[in-house]
């Protein structure tokens, strides 16, 4: 069983930027897709980018393309989303994911069974 913790999320103006991490326990995450994903008020959980095993893959959500940027180090089981350029748009609460059957990253939401509890981010206008 794998335990996934987010951090790193909080309160931030429009324009200005903020990294989130995700660290796993209980299993090495090297071998597995990871994502992020995000649930902005009274929506519906969206992807908002997703990285393979060894992080040479990556896929962003057309909102995110360009402002977002998602890493991994396996050395350290922690995956990171870089988010720049933020918009009051992107106000969500953040929630990492690993999937043990998505191979590179071209996976749907489905395939990510392991979630953390998630982050708040709130982008002020």
């Known amino acids: 069983q794998v335990r996934l913790v987010e951090s790193g999320g909080g309160l931030v103006q429009a324009g200005g930027s903020l990294r989130l991490s995700c660290t796993a326990s209980?299993?090495?995450?090297?071998?597995?897709?990871m994502a992020w994903f995000r649930q902005p008020p009274g929506k519906e959980r969206d992807i908002v980018a997703v990285?393979?095993?060894?992080?040479?893959?990556?896929y962003f959500g057309d909102s995110v393309k360009g402002r977002f940027t998602v890493s991994r180090d396996n050395t350290k089981n922690t995956v990171y989303l870089q988010m720049d350029s933020l918009k009051p748009e992107d106000t969500a609460i953040y929630y990492c994911?690993?999937?043990?059957?998505?191979?590179?990253?071209?996976?749907?939401?489905?395939?990510?069974?392991?979630w953390g509890q998630g982050t708040q981010v709130t982008v002020s206008s």
């Open positions: 994911a690993l999937s043990f059957y998505c191979v590179g990253y071209a996976c749907s939401a489905g395939a990510f069974g392991s």
């Open positions: 209980g299993r090495t995450i090297s071998s597995y897709t």
């Open positions: 990285i393979s095993q060894s992080g040479g893959s990556r």
